[in-house]
């Protein structure tokens, strides 16, 4: 069984053909770097999320793989081009298991 | 002052095991940028890269970095990587585009551990490399904290 | 020369008897313009994901008795609007802060056990009641009302403590725009709590921070949920009343 969170993605409901569009993508997630000690000088493990992909009708826009260095609740804001109406998935997998898949409709004037 | 961190960095190679030491030095972040590279050269420029010259915390740093390009199946930006001299870990992030990307752009927030040199580096479709870098000064600490 | 004074005089005598600007300044103003805007942008916020946490408690019916928050108090954006910006104020003669009154009523309605202050839930709902309030300024209880809380936190607030032998006034009042360390003094108003601090990765509440002050000054923090940190509370809504709420708030 996978762990999972919230996320939003965000990105306009219809775009015109040929024009670029910008998605916002957001994912609830401590990003536990691995480098914290507690008072009593334990390392608490790392458990990050550890890749991001965004595709759009099952064709990849946006990967990202991601390190400790990357900030807590991470967020990618980029492009895509739109050619065909469809789906925009997003899907974030990481440590112990961490699974969070999004899909959002999207209309191509 | 780059002496200076050269010193502390050996002294600190001398006398802790890697796995204690808080912070990457310079050659760490060399190293990692070196392999993923490998034999090729390195242009320097074409990368517009924002990271803010002053830090309040770097536990939530955002940066932007954009690379110029037509992005045709033939002429794109594949990968742009992100290097912190600074962390504890100089891999920061990866990000992987296609020519469906429209744009080689993105922003996101990261972890800064200290005032340091971030490096991005872009490969493109052709597999020429491009470099940039940016110097920061942060003035909070952010992976080393205790809870 | 003197037709200059003249007229400075008098700019001076209208600039003083128009709307008095007000001094107080929210710490908000020295954020860099990055976390201005992450702080603005709701969709940037990272405490978005502590209000969608507070949306779902909000429904959650208790299994003691099946009410949830929403049985008696409806859409949370109806019944809590403006809400947080009274609190501190006196309930069932009781002086309760937004904490202490969830806490209230989770054991008193929905007869469950209090949420831990700084515990996920706790922050999650304290987060939701506090964005009800964004854009709407605060609106102390009378002092009237709040007599003897009030002139306790005022003395709490003005009492030198701690190995240092600081007390707020002399930092916030007295050097606020000063730096300390690194960074700026702020006045230390409470607008923007709950806030999401860069420092702690995470929300906290207005009490936390007074804690760390505490600390700070090498005192002995009071414990939280203490009459004298609801004190303190109140004191500094009353000194911050007519000012814009920013919660949820980013902090460094």
């Known amino acids: ?109 | 002052m780059s002496s200076r961190r050269l010193f502390i960095s050996s002294m600190t190679a001398i006398c802790l095991s890697p796995w204690h030491r808080a912070q990457a030095s310079t050659s760490d972040a060399q190293q990692v940028i070196s392999k993923i590279i490998g034999n090729q050269s390195v242009k320097t420029g074409r990368i517009y890269f924002e990271l803010p010259p002053l830090v309040e915390n770097g536990n939530l740093v955002a940066v932007k970095c954009s690379v110029q390009s037509p992005m045709t199946a033939n002429d794109y930006v594949k990968v742009i990587h992100m290097i912190a001299e600074g962390n504890p870990l100089p891999n920061v992030v990866s990000c992987y585009f296609t020519p469906l990307s429209g744009k080689a752009e993105f922003s996101t927030r990261i972890r800064l551990a200290d005032s340091q040199r971030v490096w991005v580096l872009a490969q493109m479709s052709n597999g020429e490399f491009w470099r940039t870098s940016a110097d920061t000064v942060v003035t909070l600490s952010a992976c080393t904290e205790m809870i | 020369m003197i037709q200059a004074f003249g007229s400075l005089a008098i700019s001076f005598f209208l600039f003083s008897h128009a709307a008095v600007a007000d001094s107080r300044q929210s710490a908000y103003q020295l954020l860099s313009p990055t976390n201005q805007a992450m702080q603005n942008d709701m969709n940037l916020n990272p405490a978005l994901f502590a209000i969608m946490d507070g949306e779902a408690l909000w429904q959650e019916k208790s299994q003691a008795n099946g009410k949830s928050c929403a049985s008696c108090h409806g859409d949370v954006k109806q019944s809590m609007r403006g809400v947080f910006a009274t609190f501190p104020k006196i309930i069932h003669q009781k002086l309760q802060n937004v904490e202490g009154q969830i806490n209230a009523c989770r054991t008193r309605h929905q007869h469950l056990t209090v949420f831990a202050y700084e515990s996920k839930p706790m922050l999650a709902l304290s987060t939701l009641i506090a964005f009800q309030s964004r854009g709407l300024p605060i609106q102390a209880a009378s002092i009237g009302s709040v007599k003897n809380d009030y002139e306790s936190g005022k003395n709490l607030y003005f009492q030198r403590i701690g190995q240092l032998n600081l007390s707020c006034a002399q930092c916030h009042d007295d050097r606020a725009g000063l730096k300390l360390g690194g960074s700026v003094i702020p006045q230390a108003h409470p607008t923007g709590y709950p806030i999401y601090r860069i420092e702690w990765q995470g929300m906290g509440s207005l009490q936390r921070r007074l804690r760390n002050c505490l600390s700070g000054v090498r005192a002995e923090p009071y414990a939280y949920g203490s009459k004298e940190l609801v004190q303190i509370e109140l004191y500094l809504m009353h000194r911050a009343n007519g000012m814009i709420i920013e919660s949820p708030g980013i902090r460094p």
């Open chain 1, 1 to 109: 069984m996978s762990r999972s969170s919230r996320a939003v993605v965000t990105f306009p409901k219809d775009v015109k053909r040929g024009e670029l569009f910008s998605i916002r993508a957001i994912v609830q997630h401590d990003m536990e770097s691995g480098f914290r000690h507690t008072e009593q000088g334990v390392r608490v493990p790392r458990d990050i999320i550890r890749e991001f992909v965004c595709t759009y009708n099952g064709r990849p826009v946006f990967r990202a793989d991601l390190h400790p260095g990357i900030g807590s609740n991470p967020i990618f804001i980029f492009d895509a081009k739109a050619d065909q109406s469809g789906v925009i998935e997003c899907r974030w997998s990481g440590d112990n298991d961490y699974l969070t898949v999004l899909q959002q409709p999207i209309t191509v004037l």
